[in-house]
């Protein structure tokens, strides 16, 4: 199946694609209402057009019934737009919502007029700034580099010469979007989220400016991957030796996993330019990616041994 995003197209499943979400518990809620305003708006629209779906009012009904354009409404249910605070209130009696419903959906919709630290970066492009926005409310993050490091790991030399060898990229913008990929690591500082780093092992001899900048990124990473006993966190690295599975096909992969049980599991890849995100109508896909990621940590190294991995990576360079 063939997905166009942008003008692009994508074969399913290596596009990126969401699982659906779980059904939401019953009774008290017991997750954190998004603390990004991407998020926030993003779960805003689900929730509508679930509850739309959930039960079966077409989109002419609620046009017809509110005074809503069909392209308005379209934008909302696609998190293309905010919906205004009064448009919402309309919505709560045709929708049936429950008061907390209605006190949830007013919170994300107040929170979705924040700002959040990626818009004090104007060199990022709309499709970072939503990835980044996205990143910052996941409670557990899945990396998978096959030829690089993921970019929450990346030393500032290392992301330095990887954005900079983009032939479409602006020299004036570099220090901007290095800085605001600095910026996003501090996620892992300070209560991060669960961090799960699949790297190939062509991932610790690929050189992106030499052996110092490698050197200085692989200490990087060893230091991160030795403190996994202490955190949430681990590094594992597919060793050349193990037989082929379908994840080495991929580049660098981004699952993001969310407390919220009315957003699903959401991948990403990181590619040449930006970050691309596809929402594929049904689960396959998805399937097919959850798949290939268990295949590979079956077959990736233990962390301990992952250490090892990386040591002998370094005892090479100079």
Known sequence: RLVTVSGRRYTAPTSFMTKPAAAPPSGERRWSLAPSPVVARWELSRRLATRRKELGIDVKSVTDALGFTRNYWSAVENDRTLIAEDKLRLLFDLFDFSDQDQSELLTLREDSRKRGWWDEYPALDAAYKRA?????????????????????????????????????????????????????????????????????EAVLYQHVAGPMVQREQLLSLRNFAANFARSRSSVRVLPFTVDACAIVNSTTLLF???????????????????????????????????????????????????????????AILP
């Not at 490091?149 to 979007?177: C, H, K, M, W």
């Not at 399937?287 to 250490?307: Q, V």
Request: charged residues 25%; hydrophobic residues 45%.
């Open 132 to 200: 980044y926005g996205m990143e910052a409310a996941a409670t557990k993050l899945r990396a998978y580099g096959g030829h690089l490091v993921p970019g929450l790991l990346q030393v500032d030399a290392y992301a330095r010469a990887i954005i900079s060898a983009n032939p479409g990229f602006r020299p004036v913008d570099l220090e901007t979007v290095v800085a605001a990929r600095r910026r996003r690591q501090k996620l892992l500082e300070v209560d991060p989220p669960d961090l799960q780093a699949l790297l190939s």
């Open 256 to 314: 993001l996993d969310f407390a919220s049980p009315h957003l699903p599991t959401t991948v990403w890849q990181e590619g040449v330019e930006l970050f691309d995100d596809v929402d594929v109508e049904g689960d396959q896909g998805f399937r097919s990616l959850e798949i290939a990621w268990s295949e590979a940590i079956d077959l990736a190294a233990s962390p301990i041994e992952s250490l090892d991995l990386i040591d002998r990576a370094l």
